[in-house]
Nanobody, 117 residues
Framework: EVQLQASGGGLVPVGGSLRLSCAVSGFTLDDYAVCWFQQAPGKEREAVSCISSGENRSYLKNSVKDRFTISTDNANNAVYLQMNSLKPEDTAVYYC??????????WGKGTQVTVSS
Protein backbone atom coordinates (compact mmCIF):
# COMPACT_ATOMS: atom_id res chain seq x y z
CA GLU A 1 0.00 0.00 0.00
CA VAL A 2 1.36 3.41 -0.98
CA GLN A 3 1.55 5.89 1.87
CA LEU A 4 3.14 9.34 2.14
CA GLN A 5 3.08 11.02 5.53
CA ALA A 6 4.08 14.66 5.93
CA SER A 7 5.39 16.02 9.22
CA GLY A 8 7.54 18.79 10.63
CA GLY A 9 5.25 21.80 10.40
CA GLY A 10 4.85 24.37 13.11
CA LEU A 11 4.63 28.02 14.06
CA VAL A 12 7.67 30.11 13.20
CA PRO A 13 8.41 33.83 13.02
CA VAL A 14 9.07 35.64 9.75
CA GLY A 15 12.57 34.76 8.60
CA GLY A 16 12.57 31.45 10.45
CA SER A 17 13.21 27.96 9.12
CA LEU A 18 11.50 24.59 9.15
CA ARG A 19 12.31 21.21 7.67
CA LEU A 20 9.36 19.17 6.50
CA SER A 21 9.69 15.40 6.24
CA CYS A 22 7.76 12.98 4.05
CA ALA A 23 7.89 9.32 5.05
CA VAL A 24 7.25 7.16 1.99
CA SER A 25 6.16 3.53 1.95
CA GLY A 26 4.88 1.22 -0.75
CA PHE A 27 7.37 2.30 -3.40
CA THR A 28 10.99 3.40 -3.66
CA LEU A 29 12.09 6.91 -4.51
CA ASP A 30 13.99 5.64 -7.54
CA ASP A 31 10.67 4.64 -9.12
CA TYR A 32 8.47 7.71 -8.70
CA ALA A 33 8.82 11.45 -8.23
CA VAL A 34 7.52 13.00 -5.03
CA CYS A 35 6.21 16.53 -4.73
CA TRP A 36 5.43 18.94 -1.94
CA PHE A 37 2.13 20.79 -2.30
CA GLN A 38 0.87 23.76 -0.35
CA GLN A 39 -2.70 24.81 0.28
CA ALA A 40 -3.04 28.29 1.71
CA PRO A 41 -6.31 29.41 3.30
CA GLY A 42 -8.91 30.06 0.62
CA LYS A 43 -6.63 28.95 -2.20
CA GLU A 44 -6.24 25.86 -4.31
CA ARG A 45 -3.55 23.34 -3.58
CA GLU A 46 -0.46 23.80 -5.76
CA ALA A 47 2.90 22.15 -6.22
CA VAL A 48 5.81 23.86 -4.50
CA SER A 49 8.62 21.46 -5.26
CA CYS A 50 9.17 18.03 -6.80
CA ILE A 51 12.08 15.64 -6.98
CA SER A 52 12.81 12.56 -9.02
CA SER A 53 15.70 10.50 -7.73
CA GLY A 54 15.52 8.13 -10.68
CA GLU A 55 15.85 10.95 -13.21
CA ASN A 56 18.04 13.18 -11.01
CA ARG A 57 15.72 16.15 -11.54
CA SER A 58 13.99 18.60 -9.26
CA TYR A 59 11.59 21.52 -9.50
CA LEU A 60 10.99 24.51 -7.27
CA LYS A 61 8.24 27.08 -7.69
CA ASN A 62 9.72 30.49 -8.60
CA SER A 63 8.62 32.18 -5.40
CA VAL A 64 10.59 29.72 -3.25
CA LYS A 65 13.63 29.02 -5.42
CA ASP A 66 16.04 31.05 -3.29
CA ARG A 67 14.62 29.86 0.03
CA PHE A 68 13.50 26.22 -0.18
CA THR A 69 15.50 23.08 -0.92
CA ILE A 70 14.11 19.63 -1.67
CA SER A 71 16.14 16.50 -1.02
CA THR A 72 15.80 12.76 -0.58
CA ASP A 73 17.17 10.14 1.75
CA ASN A 74 16.80 7.05 -0.40
CA ALA A 75 18.11 4.72 2.30
CA ASN A 76 15.23 5.76 4.55
CA ASN A 77 12.74 6.39 1.74
CA ALA A 78 12.16 9.96 2.89
CA VAL A 79 11.81 13.32 1.16
CA TYR A 80 12.60 16.60 2.86
CA LEU A 81 11.71 20.22 2.23
CA GLN A 82 14.07 22.67 3.90
CA MET A 83 12.30 26.00 4.18
CA ASN A 84 14.38 29.06 5.03
CA SER A 85 13.61 32.78 5.25
CA LEU A 86 9.96 31.97 5.72
CA LYS A 87 7.38 34.61 4.85
CA PRO A 88 3.74 35.05 5.92
CA GLU A 89 2.65 33.98 2.43
CA ASP A 90 4.26 30.57 3.04
CA THR A 91 1.56 29.88 5.63
CA ALA A 92 -0.32 26.82 4.40
CA VAL A 93 -0.96 23.17 4.93
CA TYR A 94 1.81 21.23 3.21
CA TYR A 95 1.26 17.78 1.71
CA CYS A 96 3.59 15.33 0.04
CA UNK A 97 2.32 13.18 -2.79
CA UNK A 98 3.27 11.62 -6.08
CA UNK A 99 2.11 13.36 -9.27
CA UNK A 100 -0.15 10.37 -10.00
CA UNK A 101 -1.64 10.41 -6.52
CA UNK A 102 -2.35 14.12 -6.74
CA UNK A 103 -4.04 13.76 -10.14
CA UNK A 104 -6.31 11.06 -8.71
CA UNK A 105 -7.17 13.05 -5.61
CA UNK A 106 -5.50 10.66 -3.20
CA TRP A 107 -4.30 12.83 -0.31
CA GLY A 108 -2.96 12.00 3.11
CA LYS A 109 -2.76 14.28 6.12
CA GLY A 110 -0.78 17.43 5.62
CA THR A 111 1.29 19.39 8.06
CA GLN A 112 0.45 22.97 9.04
CA VAL A 113 3.06 25.69 8.59
CA THR A 114 2.24 29.05 10.10
CA VAL A 115 4.56 32.01 9.69
CA SER A 116 3.79 34.79 12.13
CA SER A 117 4.49 38.42 11.24
Amino acid sequence: EVQLQASGGGLVPVGGSLRLSCAVSGFTLDDYAVCWFQQAPGKEREAVSCISSGENRSYLKNSVKDRFTISTDNANNAVYLQMNSLKPEDTAVYYCNTPVGSSKGWWGKGTQVTVSS
